[in-house]
């Protein structure tokens, strides 16, 4: 459940750096990009032009999934779901950036796709601009480029999809209009609308990787439970995820309670019943957003790197004040101006019945776990008991001061096994006993969740 935005600037000359299969790719486009209405399509807006949408028409969102069924069954959303054209709402829309070099079978489909799915508040912006090389924001990643030309997602072998999740950015999300009439999605209808993206637009037969961090890595565990035992996916590895965020996993259900509760704590939200869109963007219930971040930000580093902090420097910014005088909230008041408080609170339900974990051992792709050992937000034995229950699961993890954030420079941190796991030459297996790292970097300039 990761939080973090971008406020490193970014320059457009450096795409030229990517290779030209990757150029045809992105020149392509699916449909027109929507015109925003309360929040933008894109979490970096220097690279929107690079997003691609599809829409899938007559998608039931918030039903149940029979995983012991056909997938055939659920292709369309969960039994019991509800499409947003029955609410006078346009199609679903799915979201994503492509590049790489795809490979095909006889019958024209592409066999090597590797997927990246988004964090909590990120899409594919975001991931694009942390881990490709192309425009030089690699500083949270550690340092190296994780996806690009020789790195350790290798565009001159992959075909690369950088997917925005249901619920936030450039996909369908509450306030693109429906508000609190929107459907409660789950982590399920995320992971399947991206199929559909993926198999009827995309024409990917076979995905070689699944992989993302934080959400993105809950998403994968997902796509392992739902898409591997077709054959479907080859291989999953989940950076900092969770298979639980209901009872099973106390600390994170207490974490999205409360950040829940912070959004309803604003007295606009109360006032207003969360039917607040005839309003002007400044009487938004946006103070509860930005108590939310707030909450969550004191968990998020590790204890003894916020208590090396300076108040007055930095710290002090990220503290939630009702009333604000000078800098005080000011990390967050800035970034809430993008953003919309339903759009998180669904998220957040979404997140309070989740549970996968009598799935895992049905999960026949090749995995590895990677996790940050002093993650406050999702606890490292959990991940480990994960593993555990994939069988021939590796499971690698790592200290660092950042803490949960430290998942988006793990592919860095274990540059040699996650590469050798990504090209499959190795076996999960052999990465499985180590558990290494040492002493992580500074936290980046310019880093903010």
């Keep these: 459940m990761s939080m973090k935005t971008l406020t490193a600037s970014v320059s457009f000359a450096a795409l030229l750096l990517a290779t030209p299969a990757m150029a045809d790719l992105l020149s392509q486009s699916a449909m027109p990009a929507p015109e925003p209405v309360l929040t933008p399509n894109s979490a970096v807006p220097q690279l929107d032009s690079l997003k691609k949408y599809y829409p899938i028409s007559d998608f039931r969102v918030g039903g149940s999934y029979d995983l012991s069924a056909d997938p055939e069954t659920w292709r369309n959303g969960g039994e019991g779901g509800t499409t947003l054209e029955s609410l006078g709402a346009a199609p679903l829309r799915t979201a994503y950036i492509d590049m790489g070099t795809p490979q095909y079978n006889e019958n024209g489909e592409i066999i090597n796709a590797v997927v990246i799915n988004s964090y909590y508040s990120g899409d594919a912006t975001n991931m ?217 609170w669904y998220r957040n339900m979404g997140g309070f019945t989740y549970n996968i974990n009598d799935q895992l051992e049905n999960i026949t792709a090749r995995t590895l776990v990677i996790h940050v050992d002093n993650d406050n937000w999702l606890i490292v034995d959990n991940a480990k008991n994960a593993a555990a229950k994939v069988e021939g699961a590796g499971f690698m993890s790592f200290p660092d001061p950042t803490a949960h954030y430290g998942v988006f420079k793990a592919p860095n941190k274990l540059s040699a096994e996650v590469k050798s796991f990504v090209d499959n030459t190795n076996l999960p297996g052999t990465a499985a006993p180590s558990s290494g790292g040492g002493a992580a970097p500074e936290k980046p300039a310019g880093f903010s969740k």
Aim: avoid cysteine.
């Design 128 to 344: 694009y601009s942390f881990w490709t090389p192309g425009i030089g924001n690699n500083g949270l990643a550690g340092g190296d480029p994780i996806v690009g030309p020789g790195a350790e997602i290798d565009t001159n072998k992959y075909y690369v999809v950088m997917l925005d999740a249901l619920g936030l950015w450039g996909t369908s999300k509450p306030s693109d209009g429906l508000g609190p009439d929107f459907p409660q999605y789950n982590y399920m209808d995320m992971v399947q609308a991206n199929y559909q993206l993926l198999r009827d637009h995309l024409n990917v037969a076979n995905v070689h990787l699944v992989t993302g961090v934080s959400m993105g890595a809950t998403q994968t565990w997902v796509w392992g439970a739902m898409y591997s035992p077709s054959g479907f996916v080859d291989a999953i590895m989940p950076i900092g995820g969770a298979t639980a965020s209901d009872g099973d996993d106390p600390v994170g259900q207490w974490t999205y309670r409360l950040a829940t509760a912070a959004i309803e704590s604003d007295p606009i939200w109360r006032e207003t019943g969360a039917r607040y869109y005839d309003r002007p963007k400044e009487e938004h219930p946006l103070q509860g957003l930005q108590f939310m971040w707030s909450i969550l930000s004191s968990t998020g580093f590790d204890f003894a790197f916020r208590s090396g902090q300076d108040w007055d420097g930095g710290v002090a910014k990220e503290v939630f004040y009702w009333e604000p005088e000078g800098e005080q909230t000011a990390a967050y008041i800035g970034r809430t101006q993008n953003e919309d408080p339903l759009d998180f």
